[in-house]
């Protein structure tokens, strides 16, 4: 397997990102954290294909008897994308409850909250 | 053996045909209890035929072991899913108790089939990339079920459990790119095939490290269990009940599944880990436990304590610690859940489940009082009852490695365990009622004591018919770590050099 290099740096650097913006105190900064964090993770599953230059795309016709890309991380990363898109979905919505219902866009006044109130 | 799909479909179903059943209604509750009912017995007899033959194996859609989803019921899946499907019985038999079925969420039975949905096919499949899809299915569920009837105080305790998970699918997802790169298959078979090659590469360990994260953060290992009495105590009775009892010990069935058969047994520093974090867990469980004043809390913390036993005994990674956490996750299923159901009640009854708010629960309801001493004794491991027995082999295979320390940790975690039973007993059942007098008796809470005296007497019968279900702990063990057989079963193909620690002793 050849050494993808740029691969590599891009998905640290998205990596770093996300984990940057996760542990901010701002809903939506963390939500953005998350989409690039499973964005950057799909990235490297792309990687694990290998480099595809010189390589065709692995259609029935055009493909045959020539080298082409594992299509397999491929199936696995639409699989992923789905579901992180119904997960993210779920996250929005539970980060606007929040917003509403404790009127607050901000996590450190949300567990402030909890310190001093104790619960029903 | 296309019966290994009855345990995903039947309940997907159900699930499907409750969703269009336009709103809750008697029929309703019946029809979803009738398939529970229907899903036990595919589970048994998935059972019984895995305890005769070995692995039953269905490639979907014949493509073959490499590529294709193979499902795999061995002994320990069928053992599984015999339990999910029990749980998953009383507590829906519990919540038609609860409420009449015109005040039910008409989504909350629904969504709690297409959580067995995904705990099963966690438990059937027989390869990486459909596991991490199970564990999505399951998530994503319980996520919805988690925020369906919470109110608006407590619905920002589901943002820890969503949060760390979110960055545990990631991991997991990351986790099976690897596992891709490094064998070119993610079948558990084909993988184990060549893990055997690359026994002492530091990627198979980085692999199994990763592994460990992603399956430790499920079962609520230390340091990653904060988010479980977090986010417990906001459900309803009966999905905590479910939660309680299922959704960790996936975990800790995956665990057993990748460090018994996939991953060759010469991995000690992953082992060591797996020992240490397990006691940490059982201390740190406990000690949470003892500090709580809330009955679901407490309950909540002593899943993390429990969850110490089972991982620590495939920690020791020796048959007989197998068999042991065999036992104990089906002693622990069936104990917690209906523990759980008892907090439930609490809450019902009082209104909170405070311990400084409750308190003549022994007049309302004598046998509930039973039924929850029986259960915390058995919780805490006082012989003979079921919790006794894993216990007491976990201990027996520690003394025989020489792990006195961890050997100390579990001791003094049970007897922590029986101090803070002992305080939910004294508060809710024994003290005087709370001022004010008692609450009026509510409906319902005859019904649901019985549900909750009914899995005391099968946990009783666990208890006192030890000897069958060590026997079944004992096979199940065997299959999970007979490597060879198992690929053999899978791929078609005699794997005669495959590693096992059977073969050892």
Redesign the interface.
């Known amino acids: 397997?050849s050494v993808q290099l740029d691969m590599a740096i891009v998905v640290g650097l998205m990596t770093g990102a996300a984990v940057y913006l996760?542990l901010q105190k701002n809903f939506v900064r963390?939500l953005f954290g998350?989409i690039l964090?499973?964005n950057a993770?799909?990235l490297?599953?792309l990687?694990?294909a290998g480099d595809p230059s010189g390589k065709t795309a692995p259609v029935l016709g055009d493909a045959v008897g020539r080298p082409m890309v594992d299509p397999?991380?491929q199936a696995?990363i639409l699989?992923?994308i789905v579901?992180g898109f119904?997960?993210t979905a779920?996250?929005v919505f539970?980060f606007y409850?929040?917003f509403v219902?404790?009127d607050t866009a901000d996590?450190e006044e949300?567990t402030a909250e909890?310190e001093k109130g104790g619960?029903? | 053996m296309n019966l290994t799909v009855l345990p995903v479909l039947l309940p997907m179903l159900t699930g499907l045909i409750a969703l269009l059943w336009s709103r809750p209604t008697a029929g309703r509750r019946t029809a979803i209890v009738a398939s529970t009912l229907g899903q036990l017995g595919v589970a048994l007899f998935l059972g019984a035929l895995s305890y005769a033959q070995g692995p039953l194996v269905l490639p979907v859609g014949g493509w073959g072991t490499t590529?294709g989803i193979v499902l795999v019921v061995d002994l320990l899946s069928a053992i599984m899913l015999a339990l999910s499907s029990f749980t998953a019985l009383a507590c829906v038999l519990y919540a038609c108790a609860e409420k009449p079925a015109a005040a039910e969420h008409p989504l909350q039975l629904p969504l709690t089939q297409f959580l067995v949905v995904g705990v099963n096919l966690a438990f059937v499949t027989g390869d990486m990339?459909n596991l991490?899809?199970a564990f999505?299915v399951m998530?994503?569920t319980s996520?919805?079920l988690l925020?369906l009837e919470s109110d608006?105080?407590?619905?920002?305790h589901?943002?820890s459990y969503?949060?760390l998970n979110?960055?545990g699918?990631?991991l997991f997802?990351?986790g099976?790119?690897?596992a891709?790169?490094l064998f070119g298959t993610l079948n558990f078979a084909e993988m184990a095939l060549q893990a055997d090659a690359l026994a002492g590469d530091p990627r198979l360990v980085l692999l199994a490290l990763v592994f460990l994260v992603v399956f430790g953060l499920k079962a609520g290992v230390f340091p990653f269990y904060y988010w479980l009495p977090e986010s417990y105590p906001i459900l309803p009775g009966p999905v905590a009940a479910f939660f309680s009892g299922m959704l960790t010990k996936v975990g800790v069935y995956v665990l057993l599944r990748v460090f018994g058969t996939v991953f060759p047994p010469s991995l000690p520093l992953v082992y060591e880990l797996l020992a240490w974090g397990a006691g940490l867990t059982m201390v740190f469980g406990v000690l949470g436990a003892v500090a709580q004043s809330r009955v679901q809390h407490i309950l909540s913390y002593h899943i993390v304590s429990q969850i110490g036993f089972m991982v620590l005994a495939i920690g020791f990674h020796t048959p007989l610690a197998f068999t042991a956490a065999i036992l104990y996750i089906i002693h622990h299923i069936v104990v917690k859940s209906s523990l759980f159901l008892v907090g439930g009640t609490v809450r019902h009854v009082f209104g909170?489940d405070r311990l400084d708010a409750t308190g003549g629960l022994w007049r309302v309801a004598p046998w509930l009082g039973v039924a929850f001493l029986i259960q915390a004794m058995s919780l805490a491991g006082l012989p003979p009852l079921s919790g006794f027995w894993g216990k007491y082999l976990i201990l027996v295979e520690g003394v025989g490695e020489e792990r006195w320390v961890l050997l100390a940790a579990a001791i003094v975690a049970s007897i922590l365990t029986l101090v803070s039973m002992l305080k939910i007993w004294l508060a809710c059942f024994w003290a005087p009622a709370p001022e004010g007098g008692m609450p009026a008796s509510r409906p319902g809470t005859r019904r649901m004591t019985s549900v909750v005296v009914g899995m005391t007497a099968v946990s009783l019968v666990i208890g006192l018919g030890v000897n069958f279900f060590y026997g079944v702990a004992d096979r199940a063990a065997r299959q999970v770590l007979d490597r060879p057989s198992y690929i053999e079963a899978v791929t078609g193909r005699p794997a005669p050099g495959a590693e096992t620690i059977l073969s050892l002793r």
């Open positions: 397997m996760i963390i998350f964090l499973s993770v799909n490297a599953l990687a694990v397999l991380p696995l699989t992923a579901i119904g997960v779920y996250l539970l409850r929040m219902d404790h996590l949300l909890d619960k029903p | 590529l990339f991490f899809v999505e998530l994503v996520y919805a925020t608006n105080r407590n619905v920002r589901a943002w969503l949060g979110l960055v699918s990631a997802l990351l099976c790119g690897y891709y790169g909170t």
